[in-house]
């Protein structure tokens, strides 16, 4: 990725729904010039998509938590992901070094919403045990920039 693609994910950051000529303007190349290279992007999995960035709590799923989880035995990450994906209120879950197996990030529409999630994600079968921290506020919440 060259100068001109980190300007090109740049504009497209800054508004997915740029057109190609605007961002053509920007980046000096024709909007043919600047589908080629967003193509290429796509296809190198630089850009992964193009998606709305919603507000979770203007959708109901204001109260969310992290959690440690840790798991019986020796799961793999493919194992945890499989058992993880059914539960709506995961939104993101990793693996982690640490005492932790995985950290899960879970949304949900209330306290009540978030301790019944908690209760399931503690119900399946290679959980062991779980700590919970819920969020009270978000502080800071950046996305990647390309010149990073």
Known sequence: MNTIDQRIV???M?????????????VGLSAPAVKRRVDRLLETG???GFTAVVDPEALGWGTEAFVEVTCNGNITPARIRARLEPLPEV???YTVS????????????????????LERLRGL????????TVVLSRLLERPPTPEA
């Open 14 to 26: 800054a508004n997915a729904r740029s057109s190609y000529a605007d961002i053509g303007k920007v």
């Open 91 to 93: 939104v993101a879950a």
């Open 10 to 12: 740049s504009c497209l």
């Open 125 to 132: 079968e290679i959980v062991d045990r779980t700590v919970s």
């Open 46 to 48: 630089v850009l992964r």
């Open 98 to 117: 640490g005492a932790a197996d995985a950290i899960v990030h879970l949304r949900a529409s209330d306290i009540h919403h978030l301790e019944t999630a």
